[in-house]
């Protein structure tokens, strides 16, 4: 069992000597974005998979609008540049969620072959891809299809960086020490007024299918029944919206996948992320120390989580939660004006942060 030890306050908690790397990122990054017929014409059957989301704020996008949000605000951007010689990167604007609700691809081995297809066609168009063999190429998919998406096309799938909500060790064509993971985030127009920690009257909310995974039905054989826990399957005792807001901790579990809004739902809400997922890349993870805003535990001690969340002192949950109220700006997308530090540029940095350091499959 362990707790992560909190150490205190740090400034906007990037890790040492974060803050003058950033800075070199915003006056130096650069991104070409790759040309496409379809983007000029939008009566091209394929104009949408490549154009930005007319609506990104669309309810209907659910859980994929980072996807969208990140494709609309780079193109609205000072950090691209038509001067390829001058990129550190170079963006291939393709959208998995907008391909898997297409009528013309839809099914997984068609938007493979549609990805290994787009991929050949610019590497004969343009001499960047063969350059690199892809390393300094990305793409942005928050669809589970996504994961799938690369598989057609060798060099696509070990050497470009995917910008992905599927951010598991154990997921199929993720690479860690390549690839990005990127917040989950619902479209919200609207900040939150916080419940302050006092006015919190659960101890730990969760919500979600149990089926999906045996650890969630662990920890509803093992909680479910205790009334500090807001546990539900099915139809939540609280609002899914309320749970979050009306407690202290809320929990990140493992389902079928890992990829899920819960986290940053979390920490929209002000409620501290308990992540119980093993091998799950965080967002951000190289940047944000999530020790100081989270409690992560392994998937083996959930019969000891209330003890675990128990033994967390005042103080020490006080620093949890004001510590969280200072990310909340990382995990926000600002799609008509990004806003420095938020989740457009948390995901830019840890780009900065890769550029240069990929070793090329062949």
Known sequence: MTLFTILGRVRLLLRDGRRSNYQEMLNKLKIFVYPDVSMNNESSPFARIFLPHPDPL??????????????LALL???????????AHFFFMPFSINAMRN????????AISDFVANYVSRISTDFPFWNASGGADHIFVCCHSVGREATS??????NNAVQLTCSSSYFQRLYTAHKDIALPQIWPRQNDQVLIPPNMRTKLVFFAGRVQNSNI???????????????????????????????????????????????????IHYGCVPVVISNYYELPFANI????????????????????????????MYMNLYQNLCMVRKH?????????????????????????????VAT
């Open 58 to 71: 669309d309810p209907k996008i659910g859980n994929y609008y980072s996807e969208h949000a990140f494709k």
């Open 216 to 266: 969630r039905q662990e920890l509803l054989s093992l909680w479910g029944n205790d009334t500090s826990f807001s546990i539900n399957s099915g139809h939540p005792s609280l609002p899914y919206e309320e749970g979050f807001r009306k407690s202290k901790y809320c929990l990140h579990v493992k389902g079928y996948e890992v990829n899920t809004a819960r986290v940053v739902d979390a």
């Open 331 to 359: 995990f926000r997308w600002h799609v008509v004006m990004p806003e420095s530090y938020d989740a457009f540029h948390m995901t830019l940095y840890q780009l900065w942060l890769k550029r240069g350091v990929h070793r």
């Open 76 to 86: 609205q951007s000072s950090f691209v540049t038509e001067l390829a010689e001058e």
């Open 152 to 157: 057609k096309h060798f060099e696509v799938r």
């Open 288 to 315: 944000l120390d999530w020790s100081k805003f989270s409690i992560i535990v392994n998937q083996q001690d959930v019969p000891l989580l209330k003890s675990i969340l128990m033994s967390v002192s005042e103080e």
């Open 102 to 109: 297409h009528p013309l691809l839809r099914s997984e081995s």
